[in-house]
């Protein structure tokens, strides 16, 4: 079993939805990091977390220490955001080192 | 925003060639950079972890003689592919870390390299 599972895979929506990205891990950790691949393959540190919610623009991140779960929202999505957004963890302990999930692939449709 | 350099962005090379990659941060003094591994359709895996002015760790099962890391300066960390195979062929990314704490980190752009 992976120490970090992501849902779902795969995201298919349209231009405007409201869209969840959830991330459950198990083990400690020191810090959650949702990250935003483009397929040129460029990544791109979105968030870091280690409690509570986090806003940046149209993106929001919320974590739950006590039930090892995160999730990221995104607003008004918008075909600009179709990407593979990956949850990963520094593991407690870990000095920075990160642990990944598997990737959600995210496509808006215009 | 802190900006991590990574060149080349692919490379093309023959089998039993070397390759080097460079990872650079260009607006801050990185103590600490990973180099990653991404196999298509796969998620991403730490290879090692490179300090200034000391050895490299690598993760299990990463042979440190085929990855060679040095990381001499505080912007400049280099993996060099030893002896390349085209099971080597992957997508290779690092990313930094800023001596602050509690920091995100910055990733560079990624290099694919395909061994013929």
């Known amino acids: 079993k992976n120490e970090v599972e992501q849902s779902p895979q795969n995201l298919t929506a349209q231009e405007g939805e409201f869209i969840t990205i959830n991330c459950s891990y198990s083990?400690?950790?020191?810090?959650l990091h949702w990250l935003q691949q483009h397929p040129g393959g460029g990544i791109v540190s979105l968030f870091m977390l280690s409690s509570g919610k986090k806003k940046h623009g149209r993106l929001i991140a919320t974590i739950n220490i006590q039930e090892k779960h995160s999730s990221l929202h995104i607003t008004a999505s918008h075909p600009r955001d179709s990407a593979v957004y990956i949850c990963a963890v520094s593991i407690r302990g870990s000095n920075y080192k990160l642990t990944f999930g598997k990737g959600t692939l995210l496509t808006v449709n215009p | 925003g802190a900006v991590v350099s990574q060149h080349p962005s692919w490379v093309i090379c023959k089998s039993g060639t070397s390759v080097k990659i460079e990872c650079r941060s260009l607006d801050f003094q990185a103590t600490t950079m990973f180099w990653y591994r991404q196999f298509p359709k796969q998620s991403l895996m730490l290879m090692a972890t490179s300090n200034e002015g000391s050895k490299a760790t690598y993760e299990q099962g990463v042979e440190k003689d085929k990855f060679l890391i040095n990381h001499a300066s505080l912007t400049l960390s280099t993996l060099t592919v030893t002896s390349a195979h085209p099971e080597d062929s992957s997508f290779y990314i690092c990313?930094?870390?800023?001596?602050?704490?509690?920091?995100?980190?910055?990733f560079g752009s990624g290099t694919q390299l395909s061994v013929l």
């Open positions: 990313s930094a870390r800023r001596t602050v704490t509690n920091e995100k980190l910055f």
């Open positions: 083990v400690g950790i020191s810090a």
